[in-house]
């Protein structure tokens, strides 16, 4: 399937809800929560996109990177790239409902196996996302990850364990779901949590906690302490809070506080294999891929969502090749200018 036409399918199923721009900026569907804009006036989602596109790559062609490695392990498990899909639900009231939940998460967990990588499964005030989520983490034997919002602990710890008994690599909560609009809809109370509320969290598993939504180096000190096993640094893809800074502003400080004691993962406006080096020159282990995705279910099913981690895969070793870069390990700061 060629990504033309998992692009043009796509926009002809989600009018109103994404009109697949050129640039996915933000500003065609700013204020669309629910839907697939960002908050208020989309400025967290503009910003976003303005200063992950401002890093520039520094091309090198003198070098015997020939057939880079683009290979990542997380967890015990090796993947074709550093790029996970981001725990995304709501078809219905997000992406114009031309598939279910259950299509869309069977979709993109089999899609981004078939393309090397794993999933993440996501919770909303829906229950039965989440449910769809478990039982295709059970169908793929656990390959996958279970982020759960940000409910109170009881009912967070009680879906740490359908995650458990799914099999699942590892589980964590979107803390950034926090203030989410779309849980409102459904009645579903979300709030904050303690670092006392974080710790128990994490204690009432083996499996490793991963914390998504840090964006400031005193949250991602406090997510060490308490015990966490990764962070993904991210502003909910700008749909919680309008006029926040950007996941790529503040990475590589919190990379540089924290980065050798937790594994730090980034997320925020991934469209291309250039944007998955920044986030790694910046110091992110790895990335989360959201939008793209959505496209890739909505315009091809689970072969759309591999044709877009292809895509990115592809794209990524071309521009490992024009930087100099051997590994993932390889891409540094000298890859990238701010």
């Given amino acids: 399937m060629e990504l033309r036409e998992v692009r043009s399918n796509a926009r002809g199923k989600m009018k109103g809800f994404c ?15 629910p839907g697939m804009g960002g908050a208020g006036t989309g400025e967290s989602f503009k910003r976003s996109f303005e200063k992950l ?11 015997s990177a020939t057939n880079p490695n683009t290979s990542f392990s997380i967890f015990g498990e090796k993947l074709s790239i550093p790029v996970i899909t981001a725990p995304i639900t709501g078809t219905k009231f997000n992406m114009g409902g031309s598939v279910t939940d259950e299509e869309y998460i069977n979709d993109v967990v089999f899609g981004s196996i078939d393309a090397g990588t794993i999933a993440m499964i996501g919770d909303t005030g829906d229950s039965s996302c989440y449910v769809h989520g478990i039982e295709a983490l059970k169908k793929s034997k656990g390959k996958g990850i279970a982020i759960i919002k940000p409910r109170e602990n009881s009912e967070i710890i009680y879906r740490i364990k359908m995650a458990e008994e799914a099999g699942a690599l590892a589980v964590g909560v979107d803390i950034d779901g926090a203030g989410l609009v779309t ?21 009432s598993t083996e499996l490793p906690f991963i914390v998504k939504g840090v964006l400031s180096v005193e949250e991602a000190k406090i997510c060490v302490k308490a015990g966490a096993s990764a962070i993904v640094v991210s502003n909910h893809g700008g749909r919680v809070l309008n006029h926040t800074l950007a996941p790529c502003e503040v990475l590589k400080d919190i990379v540089k506080a924290v980065g050798d004691d937790i594994i730090v993962l980034a997320d925020g406006n991934v469209r291309e294999g250039a944007d998955v080096i920044k986030y790694i020159a910046l110091g992110a282990k790895g990335v989360l891929i959201g939008r793209p995705v959505i496209w890739g279910s909505i315009g091809g099913r689970q072969e759309g969502v591999k044709t877009i981690l292809e895509t990115i895969k592809s794209q990524l070793y071309q521009g490992m090749i024009l930087t100099g870069s051997h590994s993932i390990e390889a891409i540094d700061k000298d890859k990238i200018i701010l």
Avoid: D, R
């Avoid at 596109?53 to 070098?63: P, V």
């Fill in 19 to 33: 009109n697949l721009c050129t640039e996915c900026n933000g500003v065609w569907c700013a204020g669309q929560v």
């Fill in 53 to 63: 596109k401002n890093i520039k790559l520094s091309m090198k062609t003198l070098h």
């Fill in 183 to 203: 849980m409102k809809l459904f009645g579903q109370p979300v709030g904050p949590k303690t670092p006392e509320e974080l710790k128990e969290l994490i204690e």
